[in-house]
Nanobody, 129 residues
């Protein structure tokens, strides 16, 4: 059974760090492009980062470039989002998702959530002093 499970969220002070994990089961995660999205109540889901299949290209939203890093550990079938220098505006529920299509790249539509067909349950990240 295909499943994505996020973990690693929590409460952190501004300037702090968190690492989110997205563990996959039921499929080989490195065969797919995997994205991280976030959502705040009342706002549309926002693309944060994406990593193409087979650890290829990566993409980042301008708001997180230089602070967040996406990576994957194929042996653990897990994708990570390392978040440094966190700001209060990073507060959101973070989701990982699998882009539709085997051996896909993130491409120019990497932040279009409608191109991602399988989603985790989300992990709350709160940045506050």
């Amino acid at each position: 059974q295909l499943q994505l499970v996020e973990s690693g969220g929590g409460l952190v002070q501004p300037g702090g760090s968190l690492r989110l994990s997205c563990a996959a089961s039921g499929f080989r995660l490195d065969y797919y492009a995997i994205g991280w999205f976030r959502q705040v109540p009342g706002k549309e889901r926002e693309g944060v980062s994406c990593i193409s299949s087979f650890g290829g290209s990566t993409n980042y939203a301008d708001s997180v470039k230089g602070r967040f890093t996406i990576s994957r550990d194929n042996a653990k079938n897990t994708v990570y989002l390392q978040m440094n220098s966190l700001k209060p505006e990073d507060t959101a529920v973070y989701y990982c998702a699998r882009k539709t299509g085997v051996m896909a790249v993130c491409g120019s539509r990497w932040s279009s959530w409608s191109d991602f067909g399988s989603w985790g349950q989300g992990s709350q990240v709160t940045v506050s002093s």
